[in-house]
Structures are given as structure tokens and as C-alpha cells.
């Protein structure tokens, strides 16, 4: 009878160890994702205030800009992506050009071998 007592009330204290400890867990999640929300939410919040500002910011500038500097404005941006543009296909026409170059090379050795081939052959022939 002793016996069975102690080894039942030892199946007792592992079963309430193992809820303790899902439990625990369990809390833990509840936490860490109420921390992870609220971070967030704070985070969004930030943003959107900052993102006001620098649009505050923009807009007051765009009404002191005058027509001079919004033509430089629009030519800077022009320049900036033109150019590089330009830079790209210059590139690509020196790359074809030298491909091309190798390309007519290429062609006249075959050509060169494909002709000698076929003299030997007329002359076996005679």
C-alpha cells in the first residue's frame, strides 16, 4: 500500500511539473508576442510621424522653389539617368563591334578550311 502511495503521488508531481512547464511556455508566447505587437505598433508609428514630416518638408520647399530651380531640378534628374544610360549603350555597341570583329574572323578560317578541304578533294578526284 506504501508503495503504491509513493509511486503514485511521484506521478502526481511529474504530471503538475509538465503543466508547470507548458504553462510557462505558454505565458512566455503570450508575452513575446504582445512585445512583438507593440513594438510594431510603436515602430509604424514612428514612421508614419517621420514620413509627415519629411512630406511637410517637401511641400514647403516646393513652395519657394521658383521656375529657375525646377528647371535645374528636372535637368539634374534628366542628366543623372541619361547619362549612364548612354554610357550602357556605348558599351554594348563596342562589345557588339568586337564580337562581330571575332565573329567575320571566325567565319573566314572556316571558310579558308572548308575551301582548301574541298581543292584536295577535285584534286583526288583527278
Same mark, same amino acid.
Given at each position: +500500500?506504501?508503495?503504491?502511495?509513493?509511486? =503514485?503521488?511521484?506521478? +502526481?508531481?511529474?504530471?503538475? &511539473?509538465?503543466?508547470?512547464?507548458?504553462? *510557462?511556455?505558454?505565458?512566455?508566447?503570450?508575452?513575446?508576442?504582445?512585445?512583438?505587437?507593440?513594438?510594431?505598433?510603436?515602430?509604424?508609428?514612428?514612421?508614419? %510621424?517621420?514620413?509627415?514630416?519629411? &512630406?511637410?518638408?517637401?511641400?514647403?520647399? =516646393?513652395?519657394?522653389?521658383?521656375? !529657375?530651380?525646377?528647371? &535645374?531640378?528636372?535637368?539634374?534628374?534628366?542628366?543623372?539617368? !541619361?547619362?549612364? =544610360?548612354?554610357?550602357?549603350?556605348?558599351?554594348? *555597341? &563596342?562589345?557588339?563591334?568586337?564580337?562581330?570583329?571575332?565573329?567575320?574572323?571566325?567565319?573566314?578560317?572556316?571558310?579558308?578550311? %572548308?575551301?582548301?578541304?574541298?581543292?584536295?578533294? =577535285?584534286?583526288?578526284?583527278?
Amino acid at each position: +500500500w506504501y508503495q503504491r502511495r509513493v509511486r =503514485e503521488d511521484e506521478i +502526481w508531481r511529474q504530471m503538475c &511539473n509538465c503543466h508547470q512547464g507548458t504553462m *510557462e511556455t505558454y505565458l512566455e508566447d503570450i508575452i513575446v508576442r504582445s512585445v512583438d505587437r507593440t513594438a510594431d505598433e510603436q515602430a509604424r508609428q514612428e514612421i508614419q %510621424t517621420k514620413a509627415e514630416k519629411i &512630406n511637410d518638408i517637401a511641400y514647403e520647399l =516646393e513652395s519657394k522653389r521658383d521656375r !529657375l530651380q525646377s528647371e &535645374n531640378m528636372v535637368a539634374e534628374l534628366v542628366y543623372s539617368f !541619361l547619362l549612364p =544610360e548612354v554610357e550602357k549603350e556605348t558599351l554594348r *555597341e &563596342n562589345v557588339k563591334r568586337e564580337q562581330r570583329r571575332h565573329i567575320l574572323a571566325a567565319h573566314s578560317v572556316i571558310h579558308g578550311q %572548308t575551301s582548301d578541304i574541298e581543292k584536295e578533294g =577535285e584534286s583526288s578526284k583527278q
